[in-house]
């Protein structure tokens, strides 16, 4: 332990501690705006590289950034001395000098961490004025980039390179002109990007922000002449009321659907029903590679960003990804080829979902018009008056509204494996697991491997998020290091609950464990445990589609010839 004193204030912290961090230990928040520490995932910004929260450290001439200097034992520390207070404000002023003041219409408007600042440091009129940086605003099917905001923190390109192992973003030039731009200042579709979106969960300003499909929404939810189906990814329902000022982590299932219905969203469906036909179709692909000498491990591919990543850098093990389609994309066709039979007017398929990625998956797949993330819906919810916290709850609509254990866990790092496996055991075995908890492929480690007894065989399952350790992984597959038969993958650390589309965590990595405790508290409480006993999934398939990875199935849930 290392003894210091900030403020006055004695304190025993440990050592390898900031300053910054042992600020906070007591109390004392400095403020700033590069730093991030996601610690749990192996996250860190420390560039220091906007040097807001600087401090007075005792015997030093020179001011000191806290967020990257260790505690030393004796210290004597001032966070707010009135050559820190004028030199934090000179900054601030300075990075709002060169900073368009569009904050109305800005993508990040009421998010901004610069904004925020500039609230609390109560400015009113900046001392600096010259010369402003003019960039293009490059609007991808998914992101928007608008490179005037950009203040050079870096966190999107640590989080591209250190986490996601992309390295899309880096700082360019010097000076003025120094920004965070991609090689040759290409449009992200024209790089390696995966449309992750993790970019956008860090940026603290409107520089990185999703593509808005909140609009096309309206419009299309004021049209008369279009039936508006909504579908409801399984992260979403567990982090929107946080914008709503509700603890993170609580269920607000059956106030979205009331709260979606009365924005003139005419069906409002359950993408975990979908997620449930997901299971039953890749479980029987795995069966069938199983049996037949097919390629084996399957690789999911419901994650689009991951999908990308691979076709991108490892086409030549696209083979493994099973050729099942996302639930979102299933949820899609259900939309588009067996409800859009029963209506007269043009059915629009949006999905609601916690991911930026997905706007991308649903610009090349058929099916789905649009998606919008979880933070567009909010600022919709807020146009028509709606408090969340205040709404009465309701069904999701039938016959799409019921989902089993194993649908609900999609939305956390390990749902898909699990939920496949709790299914692929019963269509082998001909009876139910006793106990489906894969609690091996549970937790926020990044690499987690179990196994399942099947007759004779033993299946080796392994689950991966972040794209650099899923890097790895594929080469070891590449390599002969690794031998297993199955492997979930998820972009974003911790699953769809961490995706770029969710409301802000500003950093604070307990919201992501609060959501993911809450969508395992769904699968713990549903009476129904595996995909393969929604009866109403079977009924779907009785009805409507015929045997599960039949022709029917196949032409409407799957990949062609995988993908
Ligand atoms: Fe996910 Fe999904 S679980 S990718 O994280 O598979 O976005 O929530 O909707 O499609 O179901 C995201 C979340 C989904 C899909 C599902 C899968
Ligand atoms: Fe990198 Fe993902 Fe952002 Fe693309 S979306 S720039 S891959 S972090």
């Known amino acids: 332990m290392v003894s ?12 390898g501690r900031t300053i910054l961090e042992a600020a906070k230990e007591i109390g004392i928040e400095i403020p700033h705006l590069c730093y991030m520490n996601l610690e749990e995932i192996g996250f860190k910004n420390d560039c220091s590289s906007c040097r807001i ?9 020179r001011l000191i950034p806290s967020c990257s200097t260790p505690v030393a034992n004796g210290m004597k520390i001032w966070t707010n001395t009135k050559r820190v207070m004028q030199k934090r404000r000179n900054i601030v002023e300075l990075l709002l000098s060169d900073h368009p003041k569009d904050c109305l219409i800005c993508g990040k408007n009421g998010n901004c961490e610069l904004q925020k600042i500039a609230i609390s440091f109560g400015i009113r009129k900046i001392r600096f004025s010259g010369r402003e940086s003019s960039y293009e605003k490059e609007e991808s099917v998914a992101i928007t980039r608008d490179v005037t905001k950009c203040i050079m923190c870096r966190r999107c390109e640590s989080i591209c390179r250190d986490i996601q192992s992309c390295n899309i973003l880096t700082g360019v030039r010097r000076g003025f002109s120094a920004v965070v731009d991609t090689a040759f200042s290409r449009s992200l579709q024209h790089t390696r990007c995966t449309f992750c979106g993790q970019c956008v969960s860090v940026c603290p300003t409107g520089a990185i922000y999703e593509t808005d499909n909140s609009f096309q929404l309206f419009q299309d939810i004021m049209n008369e002449e279009k039936i508006v ?21 609580t269920d607000v299932t059956g106030k979205l659907v009331s709260a979606l219905k009365k924005i003139g969203i005419d069906y409002v469906f359950d993408t975990n029903f979908a997620a449930d036909v997901t299971v039953m179709e890749e479980a029987t692909e795995l069966k069938y590679r199983m049996e037949h000498g097919k390629i084996l491990p399957i690789f999911t591919s419901c994650c689009p960003a991951w999908v990308r990543f691979l076709q991108q850098n490892y086409p030549e093990m696209e083979k ?28 629009v398929c949006v999905s609601l ?8 998956e649903a610009s090349i797949g058929k099916d789905v018009n649009y998606s919008v993330t979880t933070r567009e819906i909010v600022n919709l919810l807020k146009q028509f008056n709606i408090d969340l916290s205040l709404m009465p709850e309701e069904d999701f609509d039938q016959p799409f509204a019921t989902s089993s254990g194993g649908g609900d866990i999609f939305g956390r790092s390990g749902g898909v494996m699990e939920a496949t496996a709790r299914t ?8 139910d697991l006793k106990e489906v908890a894969f609690h091996n492929l549970r937790g926020f480690d990044g690499l987690k491997f179990s196994e399942v007894k099947i007759g004779e065989k033993v299946l080796r399952l392994a689950v991966v998020h972040g794209l650099r ?65 929604n009866e109403d999934v079977l009924r779907m398939y009785r009805e409507k589609i015929g045997s599960i990875y039949g022709d029917e199935a196949k032409e409407l849930f799957h990949y062609e010839k995988g993908r």
Do not use: W
């Not at 004193?5 to 440990?14: A, P, S, T």
């Not at 929260?53 to 001439?61: D, T």
């Not at 692929?424 to 009876?431: A, H, M, S, T």
């Open 320 to 347: 493994y990804l099973s050729s099942t389609k996302s639930p979102q994309e299933i949820f899609g066709a259900i939309a588009k080829h067996i409800f859009q039979k029963e209506q007269e007017k043009e059915v």
């Open 469 to 533: 350790q899923a890097r790895e992984v594929v080469e070891a597959i590449r390599n002969g290091q690794l031998q297993i038969d199955a492997l979930e993958v998820m972009a974003c650390k911790g699953g769809c609950l961490a995706g770029g589309g969710q409301p802000y965590h500003h950093g604070d990595f307990s919201i992501i464990q609060k959501r993911t405790e809450a969508i395992q508290r769904l699968d713990d409480r549903n009476s129904i445990q595996c995909s393969h006993q």
């Open 53 to 61: 929260c600087v401090v007075e450290v005792e015997g030093q001439r």
């Open 4 to 15: 210091l004193e900030i403020d006055g204030k004695m304190l025993e912290v440990k050592e």
């Open 229 to 249: 189906v909504m579908q409801v990814a399984p992260a979403v329902r567990v982090a929107i009321g946080e914008m709503f000022g509700m603890e993170a982590g």
């Open 353 to 360: 979902m916690p991911c930026v990625a997905k706007k991308y």
């Open 424 to 431: 692929l055991y019963y269509l082998l075995e001909k009876e």
